[in-house]
Each structure stands twice: as structure tokens, then as C-alpha cells.
């Protein structure tokens, strides 16, 4: 026999067994084919199926099975191998409906469904047939679920592995929707469960696992469809499921059963919308221009590209889609291009926001007396100013004199024998001071005790900033911790490590609301919307007790559902019905030592570094009143998953829970819980007024100023910084005049607290007498926007602005009425472009939720040319590659900063951002987002610790210092800054072996458990059904053919030895070149 010209040995016996006019020969060729498939990996079995090698075995089974009387001594075989390869082909339903062998199958089956042998090879086959929707569908139109559910017994011994190869059959039946539907309406989920309660109770010595996870897997595929999960509920599956699941805890044999059982049921678990009157925010505001409730709220499907963190992976990617594909390809786009998108002439109004430039810098010639003079004149009128306002911070006259415990008529009382912590609540902080001369407030004795504590904060002084303060609520309180100050901890906390299964625990507690309800209390004890329900303890007296309607709180509701188990629901932001993470609230009337679970249930985004170590942050006012005022981490048990909940406008999008749980120290305490670390909009103004005073004006010229208003009213100021000219001579003048601009801004995003404290550090530090903020001042022109969305942090938005647009997506063509704040910032960088002065440095200081580390984004024209494979020649491409500069800096002297996640691709998602716009339009190099984890790091010396406010403020200063390398040819060198900056004096030129990353890309590994409901993935894998199909070829439960076989096994041997050895090659050496790789032997392993 004589192999073909030009085939290699696998077309030779592909060939064969579809030609082969006798089993004899026909048999050979299946054991040669089953011996080279069985030898090798699935490199060969895939080889022979680009080579046809399913289509063969469907021809050759067709013809055996059409044969006046077919023979199972070659159909069992061509089953098997059939089963093994069409296990590892993707189109085998396809290719089976093309030849005629579903329904040739199914019919074998029916006609063997007395012989489990032959009923298994049939069932195996059945099941990767059914890999294709429409082959699954075309057998359950010709009976094949009520075929196959036959097979499916009640607990048993015998013929286990037909009984478990048909609940596989059934389970890839149920990939079609249509068949679940069928399979509802024929009343099989209650036979599934029965049948799953009956191997359960029979399986004590636990021999059937597998059975009873494919039984799992199955109803798995039930739950697919809306009928499906209500029929498992109103069948009582739900509680069998829960009931058994807690047997199998005790088990350690049966924990491969725990997780499926658990995903079952959170996917059955009702759907319930968020017990709210309406999705829309409790908050709205009128916008220029459109009716009052004119704004769009519903939002439609939750759309994740603008709940990305700055920069930071979108939400939920497509993961299908190709990361290369959102790389800018257009070389145009790539090009800065610095024309203005408004006329020249707007440009002038920004002149007044270079008050350097034009200062005369009289105050040089002045004598030191009179400058104290003036600034004692200046902070006088700033102590009269504080005093007229405080009034204002009480709702109404009544609330005014409020005591507190306190008795006024004997001043000489001991504050500490009566004041209680709960005075400390929103109550006490509403009154205004005691106008009866000779009397102190309380605020003022308070003060006297424990003030003067925190650096660069004054509560006086925010106090009467607060009340400056425009909120659409209105708000009238002020929050403790924000009036009386934060100090960070001594020590850095570490990040939370992760109970074992504590997202199991969580969600069987959650499970057993629905099927226990006797410990439910289901009673709503917070609620913006409804007054009775905001601090009151009247209808609530065994409930802690929350409120936050004070500047930038957000909770909108808060339902006791046990006694110390407590569901809270977050206000969206303003005029929208979207954007779900930032919370601040306070709570009280705790009792220590207890254990308080918090549900926040409508969080939005897909996955929470509260999995991975991170904590929500917690203030005790007792604790502060002790000397101890902190706001730390705190939390245990946490998890964040996907819930039951739904909107209630009927969007198609999901809800998540992050769920921990806080045992408080004190009794009766008044805390405050919070996402990060909260920085309020008055607390900037504070900071801004303190540093001003503090600076020395005859070093440092320290402007703060309005660049414009928001829509709500509220300032967003601009404040530049830089040295004061040595002397009035033009030589100084001209000197500084000519140094370069630094722009520097944050809090664009509302919820992203963390950037705030990042730029505090930043300020404090460009302030401070340190030898390299001298060398700074004296190198630079800062121009520092603090907070671009003042509105949004008011009002405790946690994305947008009041016009719900997110402002980091405006900055191509921001509108001068909806985002002014982005609008004149744009303006003014254009006016410095205007007058040749474009910034050497811009930074827009962010936070990101997903990610451990600090880090840059910046812009590359060559290496997104290079990332994305486009075909234009980069090398002709100029461009400084001076923008890693910074990063390779930080990299060396900023502890949480980590240069490996740095990255400078511009993507067509992000081509609206400041970053790329700014480095666009403006023409600016260095244009850079730094994203500041929530978290902590996993590097470096804070390797494993959670990020605090030292560590952020630390990163602000770090930031300033690496700007110094810029101008490391032009600074005046000092002993004082030689012996401070030699880390910044000795870096080196040579950058850093890095290359960008995908920014989508996740850093952390998958969670130990799973966040959303997991998919019915397959839980037969092919090596598996391999053993299975492996085992049945084997077993003795039928000896037809058994003599047959022997002499057809003495008769392969005689198979032309070319023939094998020419196969055995071919799929070697074949499948070696598929794959790349070099052969050296015919053999795969």
C-alpha cells in the first residue's frame, strides 16, 4: 500500500476511513489514529483537525451507522475518538449538522438506552456536539432533552458513568435559552433538584462528588435564563441549596461542592431595586439654559468609560477588545499643535493672573516695621471678618444657644465633668458663639483645652470659611473632624489582610435575609429625603444614628436590617443618576466592643482595591478630644462584590457591595466614616488663608486669586508661587520674569480626596524655608489650581461637576457656562502660550481606586506609534525624550513612587483629558496625570502599608523636588542645598529600562473569590472526558466483539509500517511548525 503523492501519513488515514469498504480496515486506521492522538498532546489532535480530521470521523460515523446492520465494534470506537476531538474543535456542531449527524446520534441513543456503554459513547458525543447553540437546539425540537433526562437516575451504584455522562449531555443542552425555557416549562427544575437532593442524602460515603457537581453545573445552565432562576426559587432551591452547602463546610471533602453551590444561589437570588423613591440624586441644581428639570438623570446602561479613574482602566472592558485598537494611530493628532480654539483677543482677560509680571515689588524698599504693621493690620481684619460670619453656620436663630450640658450662667463650670462625647454632634457644632460678653463659647473654652494642635489649621478660621461656602443643600454644619483637624498616625498602618472565604460568609448572611427572616428589621433609620429620619433618635432608639448633610458628606440612607447589621445607599451626584464610590458620614450611638456590619449596596465599579488590603477610613471625636485626632483605618471582614440589587429606572447594570464591618471603642461615641482621607472645599480655602499669612513676603511672593466662579458661585482659585527678586534692579527683575511657569492643578474628580492631600504637600512645601523650595521659588513660577471642582467636592459628588459631566472629558472644548472652571484654565494656559511663555511642566493630580503605587501618565508621540504596530517610520520622528525626566526622578527619591507602572501612550478614549490636550494644544512636553492609590504600595520601603495623608503630603513635596532636575544647569548652588538635594543633584541622564504598560490592565491578581456571579463554565474539561472515554473503551460491562477485537488488534499490527511512521511525523513535525517552535524529535509530551 502506497502512500499518495503529496499527503502526508494523517491525510493518508483520513482518507482511508472515510473510503475504507471493510471494518477490518476501518478498525485499523481508528486504533492507529487513537494511538498517535493518545501518544501526544492536544497539539496533535488539533493538527488533525485542521486537517480535516473531525469532518472524517462524522463521514466515516455516518456511513457505519446507515449500514443495513451497523456494527458497534466500529461505531463504539468511532464515538470515543469522535467525543476526543470534537471535545477541541470549535465548529464540531457545525461541521455535525453539514454531514447529518446529530439526529443520527440522537437516534443511536434512543436505540441504546438499555446499554450504558453505548449509551455513554452517545451521550460524549451529544455533549460537544452541543457546543454549537443551533445543534443544541436542533435536539431539543427532536426530543433530546426528554431522551437524555431519562438516563438520569436517582442515586445509585451502578452505571455511574452513563448516569454522569447524561446530566453533562443535559447541561450542554441547556447552552440554548430556548432549551431552558423548554426545560422550565417541563417541569425538569424540580426533578433536577430532587434528583440533587436524592444523591446528596444518599452519598454518604461521598464516592459521587463529580455526579453531583455536574448536577450543579446543570442548574447552573437553568439559571442562565430569568424562568429558570425563578423556578429554582419558587421549587424551593434556594433553601436546599443553603441547607446542603452548610453541610459541605463541614466536609473538607465536599469544599470542590461549596463554590458552585454558592454562585448558584447568588445568581438566583431575586433582583430587588435599590430601596430608593428614584435613582436621580436627592440633589439637583438648575443649569444655565435648560428648564429646571431639564437635566437627563437616567444615565442609561452604566457606561464605564466615564467612571475610569483619570486615566485608569475602564470599567468592565470588553475583553475581547484589543488594547492596540484605542492606541492614537493618526500622526496629525499625534503633533502638538498649539493654535488657540478661541480668538486671540478673549486671551487678554487672563493678564491679571500674572500679577509677577507686573508687580513693582515696592515692599522691598519698605522697613520691616511696616511690614509687620501691615500684615498685623491685614490678619486684625481677618479676625473681625471670622467673627461677623460665624453667625451664619446655625439654620436658624432658635438652634443659637445651645449649651450642651454646659451651665452658662457659671462660667467658671469644669467643661470635661460636663460636656459628653455626643455633644460633639452636628448639634453642638450648628451653634453659633455666646454674644454675652464675659461668657466663652464652648467652642472657645474647647479650644483653649485641646486647640492649637494641628499644623496650618485653625477650626475659628474654618469655621467662618465654611460659611462662605455655597452648597445646594444648603449646609449649615460642619462636619468635626473638618473643623477641628486631622493629624496622620505615627505609625503606618498596614494593609488588611484578607479573612479566608470571608466574601462566602458575607453572602450566606445575605442569602438568609431571604430565607430567614426572624432577626430581619428591614427599618429605615437615615434618609436625605425625609427629615424625621436625619440624626433624630425619636422611632430608632435601639439603631446607631447617622447624618450627612454637612460639606462634601454623602449617604443618602441608611436600613437597620439586623440589629447591628446596617445597608447604606450613596446620593449620586448632582443631576445625575451615576457615579457611586465617595462616602463621609457621621454615625453614633454605638455600644463598644461590639461588632457593626456596613453594606454600602450601590457601588458601581467593577472590582475595589478593598479586596486587596484597603480600608475605609474612621475619625472618633472622643479619641480627638484625647489628643488622638486621626482619621485611620479601620474596618474588618471586608469584601466587595456584586449584589442582587438593580436600579430601579430599569437600566441594565449591576450593583456591588463593599461590605465591612467596625467595632468601635467607646460608647456612645460620634465617628465618621469615609472612602479616603476627606479634604472639603473649605478646608483648602483655610489652608490657602493660613499659608499666605504664613509666608515671608519679602522672600516669597505668594498670590491667591480668582480665576473664576463655578456654576454653584464658589470660588476656584489660582495661586502662583514663586521667589521674590533679590532687589528692585533690572537684572533681578528681568530674572524673574523670565523663569519658566509650572501649572500645576487637582481635584478634578470630586470622590479623588487623595489628590488634595497630594497637593497640600506640594504647597506646604513650595512655601517652607527648605534650601530646595528656596532653589524652586527661585527656578520656577508656580501657577497651582488646588481644586478644579469645587462644586463637586461640596456637594460630595463623587465624578462630576453640577452639569453631571465628568470635567477631565471637557477639555477639548470645554463650554465657558457648564465647566468654566476647565474652560478659563484652558484659557489661561493659552494666554502663557500667547505670550511665549508655555509651562515646562503641567501635572493634574488625581486619585485611582483600581491600582497600588504612585505613578505618571504622560504623552509619547513615538512609543504609541510603537505600541500600536503602525507601519510609519518612528525614526524619522523627533521628539525630547525629556518626558521621563520626572518619573526616573521620582523613581529614585519619592518612596511610593513606582516607575514600572508610569506610562506615556496617548489613547483615542482619553484624547478630551487635560493630560493630552494639554500636550496637544498647549504644546506642553511634560504634560502628566499622577495617580495616588487609595490604597498602598507593593514596592519599595511602604511595601505592604496603607497610603496616609503623611505619605501623600510626603508625595506632593517629592513632586516639587523632582522639578529641580530640570533646572540643575541654572540654579545657584548652596552648601545648605548641596547637603539637602545630593539625590536630586547626582541623578545621572541615563533613563530607566521601561517600557509603557496597558494602562487597561489590572495590577492585581484575580480576588480568591469571585466578584460577580461566575459563569457556567465548563466543568468537563478535555483531559477529563479523555479518561472518561478512555476508561469505557476499556470496561469489560459488555464483551460484544470481544473476540473481534482481539484478532482486529493482532491484525492492526500488520498497518503498512511506513504508514504509522510516515503519521507519527507528519503530526510531530507539523503541529511543531504550527506553534512555532522547533522540533528535534517526532514525539509530544
Known amino acids: 500500500m502506497a502512500a499518495p503523492s503529496g499527503s502526508g501519513g494523517v491525510e493518508v488515514l483520513l482518507n482511508t476511513l472515510q473510503t475504507a469498504g471493510d471494518n477490518e480496515s476501518m478498525l485499523k486506521v481508528l486504533n492507529v489514529l487513537d494511538e498517535l492522538l493518545s501518544a ?214 465536599l469544599e470542590s461542592l461549596v463554590e458552585p453551590a454558592v454562585q448558584l444561589m447568588r445568581k438566583c437570588y431575586p433582583k430587588v ?41 475602564t470599567e468592565n472592558e470588553d475583553p475581547d477588545k484589543d488594547y492596540e485598537d484605542d492606541l492614537e494611530t493618526d500622526v496629525n493628532k499625534l503633533r502638538p499643535r498649539p493654535e488657540p480654539d478661541r480668538p486671540l483677543e478673549q486671551l487678554g482677560q487672563y493678564v491679571r493672573l500674572c500679577p509677577e509680571l507686573h508687580h513693582d515689588f515696592q515692599d522691598l524698599d519698605s522697613s520691616s516695621e511696616l511690614d509687620e504693621s501691615s500684615d498685623e493690620d491685614e490678619n486684625s481684619r481677618g479676625r473681625r471678618s471670622q467673627a461677623g460670619k460665624g453667625e451664619s453656620l446655625s439654620p436658624n436663630g432658635s438652634d443659637s444657644s445651645i449649651s450642651l450640658g454646659v451651665d452658662d450662667k457659671n462660667p467658671g463650670s469644669e467643661v470635661e465633668r460636663h460636656l459628653q462625647t455626643r455633644d460633639f454632634q452636628k448639634h453642638y457644632l450648628n451653634c453659633s458663639e455666646n454674644s454675652q460678653e464675659g461668657h466663652s463659647s464652648m467652642v472657645d473654652r474647647l479650644l483653649e483645652k485641646y486647640g492649637t494642635c494641628i499644623p496650618n489649621h485653625d477650626p475659628r478660621l474654618y469655621a467662618s470659611t465654611a460659611s462662605d461656602t455655597k452648597s445646594i443643600a444648603g449646609y449649615s454644619i460642619l462636619a468635626f473632624p473638618d473643623f477641628w483637624g486631622h493629624l496622620p498616625p505615627q505609625i503606618q498602618e498596614p494593609m488588611a489582610k484578607r479573612p479566608p472565604h470571608v466574601q462566602r460568609k458575607k453572602v450566606f448572611e445575605d442569602i438568609q435575609r431571604l430565607l430567614s427572616t426572624e432577626d430581619i428589621i428591614n427599618k429605615d433609620v437615615f434618609d436625605l429625603e425625609d427629615p424625621s429620619l436625619q440624626g433624630s433618635t425619636e422611632g430608632c432608639p435601639n439603631s446607631l444614628r447617622f447624618f450627612s448633610k454637612f460639606e462634601s458628606g454623602n449617604l443618602r440612607k441608611a436600613i437597620q436590617v439586623r440589629s447591628h447589621e446596617y445597608d447604606l445607599i450613596l446620593n449620586a451626584d448632582v443631576n445625575s443618576s451615576a457615579h457611586y464610590q465617595w ?64 436600579p430601579g429606572g430599569g437600566q441594565n447594570s449591576q450593583f456591588y457591595t463593599l461590605t ?81 511657569c509650572v501649572v500645576l492643578t487637582a481635584r478634578v474628580h470630586p470622590g479623588e480626596s487623595n489628590a488634595s492631600w497630594v497637593m497640600k504637600g506640594t504647597l506646604e512645601f513650595l512655601c517652607s524655608d527648605d534650601p530646595v523650595a528656596e532653589s524652586l521659588r527661585e527656578a520656577y513660577i508656580f501657577k497651582v489650581i488646588p481644586m478644579l471642582n469645587p462644586d463637586g467636592v461640596i456637594n460630595g459628588n463623587n465624578r462630576c461637576s453640577l452639569s453631571a459631566e465628568d470635567l477631565n472629558r471637557q477639555w477639548l472644548k470645554p463650554d465657558p457656562i457648564l465647566s468654566p472652571t476647565i474652560y478659563h484654565t484652558k484659557g489661561f494656559l493659552y494666554y502663557l502660550n500667547s505670550i511665549g511663555r508655555t509651562p515646562l511642566v503641567f501635572c ?86 499622577m495617580e495616588s492609590t487609595y490604597n498602598g504600595c507593593n514596592q519599595g520601603i511602604y511595601k505592604g502599608l496603607q497610603t496616609g495623608t503623611r505619605e501623600l503630603e510626603e508625595m506632593g513635596m517629592k513632586f516639587s523636588q523632582s522639578l529641580l532636575t530640570l533646572r540643575r544647569n541654572s540654579i545657584q548652588y548652596s552648601s545648605r542645598l548641596i547637603h539637602n538635594a545630593s539625590a536630586l543633584l547626582d541623578l545621572d541622564d541615563r533613563l530607566l529600562d521601561h517600557k509603557s504598560n496597558n494602562c487597561f ?78 522540533i528535534s524529535n517526532r514525539y509530544f509530551y
Open 40 to 253: 501526544g498532546t492536544d497539539r496533535r489532535i488539533h493538527y488533525m483537525i485542521s486537517k480535516g480530521g473531525s469532518e472524517a470521523l462524522l463521514t466515516a460515523l455516518v456511513n457505519s451507522a446507515r449500514c443495513h446492520t451497523p456494527s458497534y465494534t466500529i461505531l463504539l470506537p468511532l464515538l470515543h475518538l469522535l467525543a476526543k476531538v470534537g471535545h477541541r474543535d470549535r465548529q464540531i456542531g457545525v461541521k455535525a449538522e453539514k454531514t447529518d449527524a446529530v439526529l443520527l446520534v440522537l437516534d443511536l441513543l434512543r436505540q441504546n438506552v438499555t446499554n450504558p456503554r453505548r449509551a455513554a459513547a452517545c451521550l460524549w458525543v451529544i455533549q460537544v456536539f452541543c457546543s454549537s447553540v443551533t445543534t443544541a437546539v436542533l435536539m431539543g425540537r427532536n426530543r433530546g432533552l426528554y431522551v437524555v433526562f431519562k438516563l438520569i437516575s436517582s442515586h445509585t451504584t451502578k452505571h455511574l458513568r452513563t448516569v454522569k455522562a447524561a446530566v453533562d449531555a443535559f447541561t450542554a443542552l441547556l447552552r440554548s435559552k430556548v432549551n431552558c425555557r423548554t426545560a422550565v416549562a417541563k417541569g425538569y427544575v424540580s426533578d433536577l433538584l430532587k434528583l440533587y437532593e436524592d444523591w446528596h442524602n444518599n452519598d454518604a460515603s461521598f464516592e459521587n462528588i463529580p455526579i453531583r457537581r455536574a448536577l450543579l453545573h446543570c442548574m447552573h445552565r437553568v439559571a442562565n435564563t430569568s424562568a429558570g432562576r425563578e423556578a429554582l426559587v419558587a421549587e424551593g432551591g434556594m433553601s436546599l441549596l443553603f441547607q446542603t452547602t452548610q453541610t459541605f463546610l463541614t466536609v473538607k471533602t
Open 273 to 313: 431595586p435599590i430601596p430608593v423613591t428614584s435613582d436621580k440624586s436627592v440633589y439637583s441644581f438648575p443649569l444655565p439654559g435648560r428648564p429646571v428639570d431639564g437635566w437627563v438623570a437616567d444615565l442609561g446602561p452604566y457606561d464605564g468609560s466615564l467612571e475610569d479613574d483619570s486615566d485608569e482602566d
Open 583 to 646: 462616602f463621609y458620614f457621621e454615625v453614633s450611638g454605638m455600644v463598644a466592643g461590639v461588632p457593626y456590619r456596613f453594606n454600602v449596596i450601590n457601588c458601581e465599579k467593577g472590582n475595589s482595591q478593598c479586596n486587596y488590603g484597603m480600608q475605609p477610613v474612621l475619625y472618633s471625636v472622643r479619641e480627638a478630644l484625647e489628643g488622638r485626632a486621626h482619621w485611620v483605618r479601620s474596618g474588618s471582614e471586608i469584601s466587595y462584590y456584586r449584589n442582587h440589587f438593580c
Open 660 to 740: 465591612f464591618t467596625v467595632t468601635f471603642l467607646h460608647d456612645d461615641d460620634v465617628c465618621y466614616l469615609a472612602y479616603h482621607y476627606p479634604y472639603t472645599y473649605s478646608n483648602l480655602q483655610t489652608h490657602l488663608k493660613m499659608l499666605e499669612n504664613s509666608v515671608d513676603p519679602r522672600k516669597v511672593f505668594f498670590r491667591r486669586q480668582n480665576l473664576c466662579d463655578t456654576l454653584a458661585g464658589n470660588s476656584c482659585s489660582l495661586v502662583t508661587i514663586t521667589a521674590c527678586p533679590a532687589s528692585k534692579a533690572w537684572k533681578d527683575l528681568h530674572q524673574l520674569r523670565n523663569r519658566p
Open 844 to 929: 493634574d493630580y488625581h486619585g485611582h481606586s483600581r491600582k497600588k503605587n504612585v505613578f505618571l501618565y504622560g504623552c509619547s508621540m513615538k512609543e504609541t506609534l510603537w505600541q500600536s504596530g503602525s507601519t510609519i517610520n518612528t525614526a524619522s520622528l523627533k521628539e525630547d525624550p525629556g518626558y521621563r525626566t520626572i518619573a526616573k526622578t521620582l523613581d529614585r527619591i519619592a518612596p511610593a513612587f513606582s516607575f514600572n507602572n508610569c506610562n506615556y501612550l496617548v489613547e483615542k478614549s482619553r484624547a478630551s483629558t487635560a493630560r493630552v490636550v494639554v500636550w496637544r494644544e498647549i504644546g506642553v512636553l511634560r504634560s502628566f496625570t
Open 1001 to 1078: 490592565e489590572d495590577d492585581e491578581p484575580p480576588c480568591p473569590e469571585e466578584i460577580q456571579y461566575s459563569s457556567c463554565t465548563d466543568l468537563f474539561g478535555a483531559n477529563d472526558l479523555d479518561t472518561e472515554v478512555n476508561v469505557n473503551m476499556s470496561s469489560i460491562e459488555e464483551d460484544e466483539g470481544k473476540n473481534e477485537r482481539r484478532l482486529t488488534d493482532r491484525k492492526s499490527q500488520q498497518l503498512p509500517h511506513f504508514l504509522q511512521q510516515d503519521a507519527m511525523e507528519t503530526l510531530s513535525i507539523k503541529s511543531g511548525q504550527c506553534n512555532n517552535m522547533d
